[in-house]
């Protein structure tokens, strides 16, 4: 298995611990106009063309928290850094499924799924992760926060 560190030019990894602590990273590397890298579980850090300006290595493992899991409401919510096989344990517990392949389903994360939206055979029947995300709360490049979508499929009463 290739590593980060072999595959990006990282200066630094940083693992933060809560969204305050991605903000203040972010907006340090933005003030020092230096690249921040992603990195989750490793399994698609191949993707794409390779940088070769050095940076930062954002680590999400440390953000691997079940926010919430209304399970009524067929949704939950997670940090990006959970991994597939770690909220396919979450939603079996309550006898739901996410219908989605997922090759090294231990190391890959929700994040990283979404970011590069990669599938199987069944999203023939069942559709990608896409069609399965209902809002996202992020942080962009400078360390601003902002959230798109909803936490239900229908958010309005009647």
């Known amino acids: 298995m290739t590593t980060a560190t072999e595959l990006l030019p ?7 611990a809560n969204e305050a602590e991605v903000i203040a990273l972010l907006r340090r590397a933005h003030d020092g106009r230096m ?27 440390g953000l691997n928290r079940l926010i919430a899991h209304p399970a009524d409401d067929l ?7 959970m991994t597939i096989a770690a909220l396919a344990k979450t ?11 997922v090759s090294h389903a231990g190391r890959a994360t929700v994040g990283g799924l979404v970011a590069t939206n990669a ?24 360390g601003h926060v902002f ?3 909803g936490k239900v ?3 309005a009463a009647g």
């Open 10 to 16: 990282l200066t630094e990894t940083i693992a933060p």
């Open 35 to 61: 690249p921040v890298y992603p990195i989750g579980g490793g399994t698609a850090l191949g993707y794409g063309l390779r940088p070769s300006q050095p940076g930062l290595g954002l680590s999400t493992a």
């Open 75 to 81: 949704t939950v919510t997670v940090e990006a850094g």
């Open 91 to 101: 939603l079996t517990a309550r006898e739901q499924w996410l219908p989605i392949d």
């Open 119 to 142: 599938q199987g055979p069944r999203r023939y029947a069942y559709g990608s992760i896409r069609d399965y995300l209902l809002g996202c709360r992020a942080v962009d490049g400078r």
């Open 147 to 149: 959230s798109s979508g």
């Open 153 to 155: 499929v229908k958010n």
